[in-house]
């Protein structure tokens, strides 16, 4: 039985199909941030960065801010607090997931990354780890975890070419220091190599920042700060069908999330993106 503030995994709303479970791997990585430097001298254009994301490989190294878990209880704990199932993870494996409020907020939106049976990263944008690191630590009673920040480098891979490009080392290597997240989202597709380790590889050419931020935007990927704010509720950001598990057991701020899905995940406003054809800048309406 679903103790309180639970809800009983077995009831779906009438008439849907049953969600499949993330795979370990293939799922879009957390965006390390919208860089807001200029391109260098040795930076591709806009065009041609574009030109690599359709067919080719092109880099965007920057940061990350990742969570380490370790302990006996670090997996248990993780899958207590998680939006996304994380039992079927094997070693190397990662989902995506949201740590949600009581009241069913979005804190963070995160990468779980199963090292091994007692060490887990959670990986997220930068900026975002102090909230991720308290998020954490607010429920953490009666459990043996600690918990470790780290501010690692973190290497955007983008392009069809970037598994050829990362060569061995999008096998991954903990302890080399890299870890490879792959990225599949609309035709934003690539790999994140994030770790002390992590380097630009070898001929891959540096892509224009800015077009790194239009395709984060194009492909829908929420950034906290921009499309996250502290009212947002998941159903909001259209990463459910990703990050959320209608089928595991209790975690904080799971009642109004499958509330909102029992009765057809209406919300009043969700994200969209708009295509503005102009010859100049658009200014953004007052808020």
Do not use: N
């Amino acid at each position: 039985m679903p103790g309180q503030g639970c809800v009983d995994p077995g009831r779906r709303r009438r008439g849907a199909s049953p969600r499949r479970r993330a795979p370990d791997i293939g799922r879009p990585g957390v965006p390390a941030g919208d860089p807001v430097t200029s391109a260098g001298p040795d930076v591709l254009s806009p065009g041609a960065t574009y030109g690599a994301f359709v067919a080719g490989v092109v880099a965007l190294p920057g940061s990350c801010d990742v969570v380490r878990v370790t302990g006996r209880d670090a997996l248990s704990y993780l899958q207590s607090q998680c939006t996304q199932d994380l039992t079927a993870l094997r070693d190397g494996g990662s989902v995506e997931s949201l740590l949600l409020s009581p009241q069913g907020r979005v804190e963070a939106y995160v990468r779980v990354v199963r090292l091994d049976e007692q060490e887990a990263l959670v990986v997220a944008a930068t900026g975002s780890g102090e909230a991720v690191a308290s998020r954490l630590k607010r429920f953490r009673l009666r459990v043996k975890v600690e918990l470790e920040q780290l501010d690692w480098p973190c290497v955007q891979l983008r392009g069809p070419g970037s598994r050829a490009a990362a060569g061995d080392e999008a096998a991954g290597d903990e302890a080399a220091g890299v870890v490879v997240l792959e990225v599949e989202r609309g035709w934003a597709v690539g790999l994140d190599l994030v770790g002390s380790g992590a380097r630009v590889p070898d001929g891959v050419p540096l892509g224009d920042p800015g077009a790194f931020a239009a395709l984060r935007i194009e492909s829908g990927e929420p950034l906290p700060g921009a499309e996250i704010g502290e009212k947002t509720i998941p159903q909001e950001i259209g990463v459910v069908e990703r990050a959320v598990s209608f089928t595991k057991g209790c975690y904080p701020g799971q009642e109004l999330v499958a509330r909102i899905d029992a009765r057809g995940g209406h919300v009043p406003r969700r994200l969209r993106g708009v295509l503005v054809e102009a010859s100049s800048p658009v200014a953004l309406p007052a808020e």
